[in-house]
């Protein structure tokens, strides 16, 4: 088990890894390696609710955009989105 999975989590990891695998393996065209990365890699991603601290935040954002693929997950889902000032302003009540 990789070292950043909590004691106790082992096996619920584990049985999620190879779920993600299986859906890859029927979605995607894609090698061995990069189905069980990219499960692996979902499952022990920061989620949602998850305490940071300014510090890792930094360095979170520092990585992803060392990347060779900053603005999608391994999926193919967007992690990064593009909204115009004038949408922001009109979110927050600003227009």
């Known amino acids: 088990m990789p070292p950043d999975v909590k004691a106790g989590e082992e096996l619920t990891v584990l049985k999620d890894i190879l779920a ?3 859906e890859n393996e029927r ?3 894609l090698d061995v390696k990069h189905k069980v990365a990219a499960s692996y ?3 022990a991603a920061v989620k949602a609710g998850d305490k940071l601290s300014e ?3 930094r360095i979170l ?4 955009f060392a990347t060779s693929m900053p603005y999608v997950c391994p ?3 967007p ?5 115009s000032l004038a949408e ?3 979110r927050f009540g600003r227009t």
């Open 75 to 77: 999926h193919g889902r």
């Open 61 to 64: 954002v520092d990585q992803l």
């Open 79 to 83: 992690i990064v989105i593009k909204i």
């Open 27 to 29: 979605e995607k065209d």
């Open 20 to 22: 993600d695998y299986r």
């Open 41 to 43: 890699s979902c499952k």
């Open 55 to 57: 510090q890792e935040m």
């Open 88 to 90: 922001f302003d009109r």
